[in-house]
């Protein structure tokens, strides 16, 4: 079955009636036609995009939940990055491959179907690379090939513990890389690259890489692939980079490298006014990822004046408190609403419905920083769509200007009914055809490690 009647999509130019979407064997659409008809194709009655996850750190997905404690001191960024270290000590390919499994089924079942992965663990635990550099990212590669979700995978540059070139700390020896060991990360993974699998690469930081391991990255790395970076997470690092260079994050970026459509500066939470309007022209993704931001204590990224220049986000589930895009557009909007006092605060005047502009802007924030042809329904897009519950009371008697809204909006129930990524049908029901059998693998491999 490679057709599918909707009685209202989602496309790039807003909602139509009896679209008919045709896709072809390798995954593609070939045929979008609004006002069609076909007797023979299988039927749904809300269709929308899928979601790209334009963050993740898949490991981390094992972690969630655990660092809700309070210690002796004041609970940050750095505390949780502790206890962070010590459970990446220990994971093995195979548990990585598992914890991701898991974490992608989740992703689906939610929305998105396709997935940017900031892989930093890639030495073994005495800090040597394996025998095959790109053994951690394959199993990653793997378990987005087990699930069906669409992978950009970006091994990272990690080779400093802080401005100024500092030494690693021994519980960082499985995340050390130099530009070299990258680029020859990303040459091994060349044969795993397809229609459902690209990869580019990602300094970690300014904390992590200097400007010049940074430049030898992106002269040895294929034109076009996509480049990430954290970028302003903590006043911390914005500190540290002001002691450094006399210069904030994202401006010391601008002026010593080049930034473009290209690349995807992550977080980028506390800008000055000169540096949210130098990432908007650029033409880089924002990418946001708002449950691990207030989960963290990050800050508040400055939307209103982002958006009001033209700039493009996407948005992450990074640390995998949360596996849903309606909780990261929900929370992205509310941070803005608590911090305006005001409603709606994301609308724009081309596009009034809040709901409808997050999701939209977030598909063509999400597609760029992936690489790939992703977020829309459109000839040569990935066939990447989801069919929401109609029989839901959330949408009971929804007209299509209301539907976004109440996805992102109204209540905690996976609207998400079926699932389709690269044209297979991945989700069906709201069930993973896998979801069992990955789930028991993720319990076992959880329990070993939070008993070790
Ligand atoms: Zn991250």
Redesign the pocket.
């Known amino acids: 079955m490679t057709r599918l009647l909707a009685r209202h999509a989602l496309l790039p130019d807003g909602w139509q009636r009896d679209v008919l979407l045709e896709w072809d064997e390798g995954g593609s659409l070939t045929a979008v036609r609004p006002a069609a008809d076909d007797a023979h194709a299988a039927r749904a009655q809300w269709v929308v995009p899928g979601m790209i996850n334009l963050?993740s750190?898949a490991f981390q997905r094992a972690l969630a939940g655990l660092t809700e404690v309070a210690g002796d001191t004041p609970d940050s960024f750095w505390s949780w990055r502790e206890l962070m270290y010590r459970f990446a000590q220990r994971i093995t390919p195979e548990q990585m491959q598992t914890i991701a499994a898991q974490l992608y089924v989740e992703c689906l079942r939610h929305g998105y179907t396709a997935v940017c992965e900031?892989h930093y663990l890639q030495r073994d635990p005495d800090g040597a690379l394996y025998a095959d550099p790109a053994e951690t990212a394959r199993r990653v590669i793997a378990a987005a090939r087990e699930t069906g979700i669409g992978i950009s995978m970006l091994p990272v540059l990690y080779a400093y513990a802080g401005f100024g070139e500092q030494a690693l700390r021994p519980e960082q020896r499985r995340f050390r890389t130099d530009a070299g060991d990258v680029l020859r990360i990303v040459a091994a993974l060349e044969n795993e690259r397809d229609a459902q699998v690209e990869v580019g690469a990602a300094p970690h930081s300014l904390r992590a890489a200097s400007v010049a391991q940074i430049r030898t990255l992106i002269d040895g790395l294929p034109a076009a692939r996509p480049l990430h970076i954290?970028i302003a997470e903590q006043m911390a690092e914005v500190e540290q980079c002001l002691a450094y260079a006399a210069r904030r994050p994202v401006q010391y970026l601008m002026e010593q490298l080049s930034i473009d459509a290209r690349w995807c500066l992550?977080?980028a939470t506390h800008l000055s006014a000169d540096e949210c309007t130098a990432i908007a022209r650029s033409g880089a993704v924002a990418g946001l990822?708002p449950t691990?931001e207030a989960n963290l204590g990050d800050g508040l990224f400055p939307l209103v004046d982002f958006l009001a220049q033209g700039g493009r986000f996407g948005v992450g589930s990074?640390?995998h408190v949360s596996q849903s895009p309606v909780e990261e557009l929900r929370w992205l909007e509310y941070g803005q609403r608590l911090r305006h006092q005001s409603r709606n605060v994301a609308a724009q005047p081309q596009q009034r419905r809040v709901g409808d502009f997050l999701w939209q802007a977030a598909l063509a924030g999400g597609a760029q920083a992936a690489g790939r042809p992703l977020g829309q329904l459109a000839p040569g897009a990935r066939a990447d769509l989801l069919v929401l519950d109609a029989g839901h009371p959330n949408l009971a008697g929804a007209a299509p200007e209301h539907v976004l809204g109440s996805l992102v909006f109204s209540g905690n129930d996976n609207l998400v009914r079926d699932v389709l990524c690269g044209g297979r049908w991945v989700v069906r029901g709201g069930r993973h055809a896998r979801q069992e059998e990955i789930g028991a693998r993720f319990k076992a491999a959880c329990a070993a490690l939070r008993s070790a």
């Open positions: 963050h750190h900031f954290h992550v977080h990822c691990t990074d640390s």
